[in-house]
């Protein structure tokens, strides 16, 4: 059974922390992604990885960053945590390059930044 | 250029009924076009996924109905239950090296009993 794991469900933080999301996959899937939920925006991505080192911006890269040392580990970065960082987080992950492309999403962090 | 455009936001349906989500893109070179379904405090995960060369694809209940034309694109929730209840999102996809997902903005469904 195919999974993606992400670290913790709930998260509260203050204002100015450095918060670190981590997400594992154990699918041997290329590509990681992570996008943040909010109501009436959908999921928006904000950076996404498609092999071991390799990082690109999505919609809304800013006040993050993000790190992957090793194929199964994704690993979401905010600087210094700002209310309006307080969201939803979805993990997810994929074959690159497959026919019938399908991501996989872990069930969520809920971030809450004080 | 990369949006994807989602209608209702939210959708009331009777139980046996169809609920229809519409979807419409601008970028003509997606060449891939899923949609998701989330329960809550789940992920989002997999329901059907088209083509752009089909016209149309069911599985189940769940039909998707393509119009290259028009840059459209909708799903079709046949004898609609109330297990249907879920945030649905169309999505589209470059299938290139990317391989990046782009999001509608969602619908929530409710399925009267």
């Known amino acids: 059974d195919v999974k993606v794991t992400q670290s913790s469900r709930y998260l509260v933080k203050r204002t100015g922390e450095k918060v670190f999301l981590e997400c594992v996959q154990d699918?041997?899937?290329?590509?990681m992604f992570w996008y943040r939920q909010d109501p009436g925006l959908g999921l928006r991505l904000i950076y996404f990885?498609?092999?071991?080192?390799m990082k690109e911006k999505g919609d809304i890269p800013e006040g993050y960053s993000v790190s992957r040392e090793k194929k199964e580990r994704f690993s979401l970065i905010l600087e210094s945590a700002s209310t309006n960082q307080t969201s939803m987080y979805l993990c997810?992950?994929?074959?690159w390059g497959t026919g019938n492309f399908e991501a996989f999403f872990g069930q969520g962090t809920r971030l809450t930044v004080v | 250029q990369q949006q994807v455009k989602q209608s209702p936001q939210s959708l009331i349906v009777q139980k046996g009924g169809i609920s229809i989500i519409n979807c419409a893109y601008e970028n003509t070179a997606f060449d891939y076009f899923p949609w998701y379904q989330q329960f809550p405090g789940k992920g989002p995960a997999l329901l059907i996924a088209i083509r752009p060369d089909v016209s149309e694809k069911k599985e189940g209940r769940f039909t998707i109905s393509f119009n290259k034309s028009a840059k459209q694109f909708s799903l079709h929730i046949m004898d609609s239950q109330p297990g249907d209840s879920a945030t649905y999102f169309c999505a589209a996809i470059l299938m290139n090296r990317d391989d990046k997902i782009i999001f509608g903005k969602g619908t929530r469904l409710h399925i009267l009993p």
């Open positions: 699918m041997d899937h290329e590509n």
């Open positions: 997810a992950s994929s074959l």
């Open positions: 990885s498609y092999d071991v080192k």
